[in-house]
């Protein structure tokens, strides 16, 4: 059976910045083996033991993948509906159907919007501090769902 684990963590990147960290929202629970979490931290956190602290450095290409070029589009305004406001930050969905990832505008200059379907971590280097706060067997229902239940995973 495969296992649930549990951890806290602070991300940062390579500037030391926080991206991110469960102090916010408490420990993130996952299910191993099913790629719930970034690769390159999964394969550090499992085997680790419940108290047990590590500082993870992920290269981007493990993290998040580097930043793909063809993903930055240039489209004009017109291709918006008339009212939609565009403002830089905004992410839409282009064409769910097509399997792209939503898009985010960066750049609004004159009639032309940059958009960019990268992640926005796509490309950094990314460093976790993590604590384990739990190591159990997945039940049978969390393998069938393919993620980890309760506190920090999906409730449903
Ligand atoms: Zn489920």
Known sequence: MPKVIGFNYTLTNSNNEVLDTSSEHGPLLFLEGVGQIIPGLEEKVIGMAVGEKAKIDVAAADAYGNK?????????????????????????????????????????????????????????????????????????????????????????
């Open 68 to 156: 793909n070029d063809e993903l930055v589009i240039k489209v004009q305004k017109s291709q918006f509906p008339a009212d939609a406001q565009l403002n830089i930050g905004d992410v839409f969905q282009v064409n769910q159907d097509q399997g792209l990832p939503p898009f985010t505008i960066v750049e609004l200059q004159g009639e032309e919007v940059t958009l960019d379907g990268n992640h926005p971590l796509a490309g950094q280097d990314l460093t976790f501090d993590i604590e384990i706060t739990e190591v159990r067997e997945a039940t049978d229902e969390e393998v069938a769902h393919g993620h980890a239940h309760g506190v920090g995973g999906l409730q449903h």
